[in-house]
């Protein structure tokens, strides 16, 4: 049998905002409340995998990184910009605008308001920018 991961929770101080904010960047769809009450706010990534965000009061964040083709990078890029959301090209100072990452030919970073840290990497493959 495979193996794959199939969801995981993603702690956020509003697990609704935050949901919305990822799925708008990297173009994922939003779906509807799941849980008892509606508690999760599932994002689905691809076919195999969900990120479940949950309300949960002092949450630290979280990392997690993304691989994407170049033209995905670009189009999350553009959305970054166009929606005024920092990024940067290093976790640290998650905002200096630059996607020079230090492990791939373009990357990046961006956090959401609970702190959780996102990171897209993109392949070699017809970098544009």
Do not use: Q
């Amino acid at each position: 049998m495979t193996v794959t991961l199939n969801h995981t929770i993603v702690p956020a101080r509003d697990h609704a905002e935050a949901a919305r904010l990822l799925a708008g960047i990297m173009g994922f769809e939003l779906l509807p409340p799941a849980g008892r009450a509606g508690h999760f706010r599932p994002v689905r990534v691809n076919e195999t995998l969900t990120l479940d965000f949950m309300t949960a009061p002092g949450a630290e964040g979280h990392h997690l990184a993304f691989d994407a083709d170049a033209a995905t990078f670009d189009a999350i890029l553009t959305r970054l910009v166009e929606g005024g959301v920092p990024f940067g090209n290093d976790p640290a100072t998650p905002d200096n605008g630059r996607v020079d990452h230090p492990l791939c030919a373009r990357g990046l970073f961006f956090r959401d308001a609970s702190g959780n840290l996102y990171e897209v990497m993109a392949s070699a493959e017809n970098p544009t920018a």
